[in-house]
């Protein structure tokens, strides 16, 4: 499912606000069309972000795809993730990484979707619009971006600092 982006302005890209409420109507327009989330599309016709995340593409040619980031958040979850797809390009697992513009029509060709987020880090969408996205499950790519993240995580548990919190 996805829905005209009213506020997709390089103003609001930047600005982490308490500002919900796009995201909120995303969501609840999708939940009307029984499906889980919403993809808003830029004034020109181009996917530009979900609700509070990121989208991204895998293409049929192994091209890791996103959209710029002049009109989207530039979060710290997608800037990890694209570290990661940079270690698969040297892996050989994707070909290149790609950051342009993505007409609908294109998204709906690609092998994989995702969404990237703080909340869901790395979540395959396997449908949307009622299309099947690749072969309607989750793809290797996006699998192996999760398991990067949860390792990055895991990484890091020795340097992690217990807060007391009173009973």
């Not at 009213?6 to 499906?35: G, H, M, Q, W």
Request: glycine residues 6%; proline residues 5%.
């Amino acid at each position: 499912m996805y829905r005209q982006q009213l506020l997709c302005d390089r103003l609001f890209a930047r600005i982490k606000s308490t500002n919900y409420l796009p995201n909120v109507l995303v969501v609840l327009e999708a939940k009307d069309r029984s499906a889980d989330n919403g993809v808003f599309i830029d004034q020109r016709g181009m996917v530009a972000e979900s609700s509070n995340m990121n989208v991204a593409f895998v293409s049929k040619d192994r091209v890791f795809r996103h959209p710029p980031f002049d009109a989207i958040l530039s979060g710290i979850t997608i800037q990890r993730v694209l570290q990661f797809a940079e270690r698969l390009v040297k892996e050989g697992e994707l070909k290149e990484i790609r950051i342009a513009d993505i007409p609908v029509s294109e998204g709906h060709q690609a092998a994989e979707m995702m969404l990237i987020g703080s909340s869901i880090k790395v979540a395959p969408v396997v449908q949307w619009d009622g299309q099947a996205i690749g072969d309607g499950k989750p793809g290797p790519i996006t699998k192996e971006l999760l398991e990067m993240w949860n390792e990055d995580a895991r990484s890091a548990i020795d340097q992690l600092v217990a807060v007391p919190y009173p009973d």
